[in-house]
Structures are given as C-alpha cells and as structure tokens.
T-cell receptor, first 116, second 112 residues
Framework: GAVVSQHPSWVICKSGTSVKIECRSL??????MFWYRQFPKQSLMLMAT?????????EQGVEKDKFLINHASLTLSTLTVTSAHPEDSSFYIC????????????FGPGTRLTVL | KQEVTQIPAALSVPEGENLVLNCSFT??????LQWFRQDPGKGLTSLLL?????REQTSGRLNASLDKSSGRSTLYIAASQPGDSATYLC???????????FGKGTTLSVSS
C-alpha cells in the first residue's frame, strides 16, 4: 500500500498564529489527497479534497479562507490553519487513495494541533 | 446522506475470546468498505478492504464480511490478544477516488 507521512506530528501554537501541516505520499503519485479532522472521542470528518494543480473542494461548514490547502505536486499537499483559535485544536489526518479503481485509502500518522 | 454506525461503542473481553464488531450503513449503494485500526493518538492502519462485489476478506485472525443489501459489515477477530486493544473504525467509500465516510468506532480492550 501507499506510504503517507505528515509533518509535524504535533504542534502547539498561540491563538492568532498560522500553522502549516504537510502531507506527503512517499511512494505513490497522488492526484487526490483528503484532509480529515478528528475531535476527541469522535470519528474522522472530511474537511476537504485536495486536487493536484487545482483548487481544493471543501465540505460544507469548513471555511476555505481559514483552512488553506495547496496541492502543488503529486506527492505533497499542505494544510494551513490561518489565525488559529483554541477551537481549531484537533487531530488532522490526511489520506491518499491507492490502487486505481480500488479506492483503498492510506492514512498519514496525523498531526496533533493544540492552540493556546 | 450516507451514515455509518458502529456497535458497540466499547467492548472489553478477556484474552483468547473470539469477538465480532458490527458496522451498519444507511445507503447500500457503496463502492467499498474498509476497516481500520487506530491506536491512541495515532493515525489509521488499514486492516481489510472489501469491494462492493465481494462478500468477505480475511487477513490472519481477522475476517470481515459484507452484506450490501442489508447495509451491514462485521469484523470478526479470532483468539483476541492484548495487542488487539485499539479503536476499530469502519468506513465506506461511495465511488472511485472519493473520500471515506466513517463510523465513530468501537474501542476494544483485551485483558490478559
């Protein structure tokens, strides 16, 4: 399966600052990556679909101006949380879809964001 | 709107027991279904993937079944071990290249 990395694995920041999270597909060229968010004791919720070379598609209720997604290459997608607030504290996980036609998803290790 | 439900939310069993985790989905028109394991504070590890045309998949002590018409899947874990303790997530895909829709998971605790 595809190997996916995320950086950083955890970050603590002050309210009002911006944080960038990287998602890399190490052995697979991913035209599409997905960004999910997981609050404590909750399941994963899709935030946006990241498409290489085009604008991301955001889910209803997710502010595109707050969560900036850039998918500049087939192996890298970045999520920038702008002007972070404590309510943005969460576990952010990206995934890539593996073999064509199977839609088997492979996930990164996640990034724990804590906003003080 | 597709919704995924997992029952039970938590389960505690002694080592060696066989167990079944349940997953149900509201719309039977799925592309595939995937079971994951998540350890605390970690990402997701894919366990089994079942395509919509398949009835079951097996990997070691794990067996997942799929009944599309009734909107159900089960994950069977044989001879459970303390190392199996984790949260198990069920997720459905509705098409090729689409994101997954997740259930809230079942947190399993296996005591030695």
């Amino acid at each position: 399966g595809a190997v996916v990395s995320q950086h950083p694995s955890w970050v603590i920041c002050k309210s009002g600052t911006s944080v960038k999270i990287e998602c890399r597909s190490l052995d697979f060229q991913a035209t599409t990556m997905f960004w999910y968010r997981q609050f404590p004791k909750q399941s994963l919720m899709l935030m946006a679909t990241s498409n290489e070379g085009s604008k991301a598609t955001y889910e209803q209720g997710v502010e595109k101006d707050k969560f900036l997604i850039n998918h500049a290459s087939l192996t890298l997608s970045t999520l920038t949380v702008t002007s972070a607030h404590p309510e943005d504290s969460s576990f952010y996980i990206c995934s890539v879809s593996g073999r064509a036609g199977y839609n088997e998803q492979f996930f990164g290790p996640g990034t724990r964001l804590t906003v003080l | 709107k597709q919704e995924v439900t997992q029952i039970p939310a938590a389960l505690s069993v002694p080592e060696g027991e066989n167990l079944v985790l349940n997953c149900s989905f509201t719309d039977s028109a799925i592309y595939n279904l995937q079971w994951f394991r998540q350890d605390p504070g970690k990402g997701l590890t894919s366990l089994l993937l079942i395509q919509s045309s398949q009835r079951e998949q097996t990997s070691g002590r794990l067996n997942a079944s799929l009944d599309k018409s009734s909107g159900r899947s089960t994950l069977y874990i044989a001879a459970s071990q303390p190392g199996d303790s984790a949260t198990y997530l069920c997720a459905v895909g509705v098409g090729a290249g689409t994101a997954l829709i997740f259930g809230k998971g079942t947190t399993l605790s296996v005591s030695s």
